[in-house]
């Protein structure tokens, strides 16, 4: 088929089907700005880890300003796109009201992903540094960047915050949904299919591996058929968790215990009290308390600090 007969038709499906034209509409986030504040942000957070020469503390209050502004200009620019799709209006103010608040709890942030970078070095024997984890840890990347996202989700912005935990689950095979509430001390292993869903809630020092799924049962409709939107669909995970490998839990009113351990490919729709084991002993599969060597084969101790936290 000929060019111009290409065009013909394509604009005749434009007219004719419709449903994913965005034309004559706002301006929407593209995905090269989301992704250039992704990176700027995380040289903001790790500075002297991404640059291409090393960076002295002389020069860091210079490097420090620069990527402010520039987060600050690209964050104000994106939310108000997102804004004004979302309600038709020109908000330049309620952006710029949200792009402060967001710098705002910068710090903040960088101190609760300090402890994830401790959770990975102590639960990972075959972590030889911090600077290893930072540079090489797939899961470093997905749950910045999804801590990040979530100051916007809370903020109810739309569109902006799934675009940038969407380039984290890109670069790294991990899927965390920015709603998702996550405590302190959070360790993904390896990392590669996990899935986090909008409504879950982790708890402090929760270690995941590959192929965990965090999901929901199935979907409220209304009477039209349609999802309900903004109802608890997906679990809770309580502290000092740990979830092997391609175990699957799912439901909004399934709660897993503090300090319990689910075996892999576990697959759980009901809650378990703490310290339990989940695990499959050939098609049956068994819940039971904790006993107390598995404790010390898990590395935990009852009086352990957070920091100090290690599997």
């Not at 700027?40 to 002295?56: A, K, N, Q, S």
């Not at 030889?128 to 930072?134: G, H, K, L, Q």
Request: charged share 20%; glycine share 10%; proline share 5%.
């Amino acid at each position: 088929m000929h060019h111009d007969a290409i065009q013909l038709a394509l604009l005749a499906s434009y007219e004719r089907d419709g449903g994913i034209n965005h034309l004559d509409g706002f301006n929407l986030p593209t995905q090269g700005s989301v992704q250039q504040l992704a990176s700027d942000y995380m040289h903001l957070i790790f500075p002297g880890f991404f640059e291409e020469t090393g960076v002295t503390r002389q020069e860091v209050p210079a490097l420090v300003h620069r990527l402010l502004a520039c987060i600050e200009q690209r964050l104000t620019t994106e939310i108000e796109k997102t804004l004004r799709f979302a309600q038709g209006t020109v908000p330049g103010r309620r952006a710029k009201e949200i792009t402060a608040a967001a710098l705002n709890r910068l710090p903040m942030l960088r101190q609760v992903i300090q402890t994830d970078i401790a959770a990975a070095y102590h639960g990972d024997p075959a972590a030889r540094s911090v600077e290893e984890i930072i540079l090489a840890y797939p899961c470093v990347l997905s749950i910045s960047l999804q801590r990040f996202a979530h100051l916007f989700y809370q903020l109810g912005v739309p569109l902006l915050p799934r675009m940038l935990t969407e380039y984290g689950h890109e670069r790294t095979g991990i899927d965390l949904h920015p709603g998702a509430e996550i405590g302190t001390h959070f360790f993904i292993d390896h990392g590669t299919g996990v899935v986090v869903g909008e409504t879950a809630i982790i708890g402090n020092c929760v270690k995941l591996y590959q192929g965990v799924t965090l999901g929901a049962k199935s979907f409220e409709t209304d009477s039209a058929g349609h999802p309900v939107k903004g109802v608890k669909r997906h679990p809770e995970i309580g502290d000092h968790v740990t979830i092997y490998a391609h175990a699957t839990i799912l439901g909004g009113d399934t709660h897993i215990g503090e300090h319990s351990i689910i075996g892999s490919n576990v697959w759980l729709m009901k809650s378990i009290p703490p310290r339990s084991v989940a695990y499959y002993k050939g098609d049956q599969l068994v819940v039971r308390h904790r006993e107390k060597r598995e404790e010390l084969v898990e590395g935990e101790s009852a009086d352990r600090r957070p920091a100090d936290w290690q599997i």
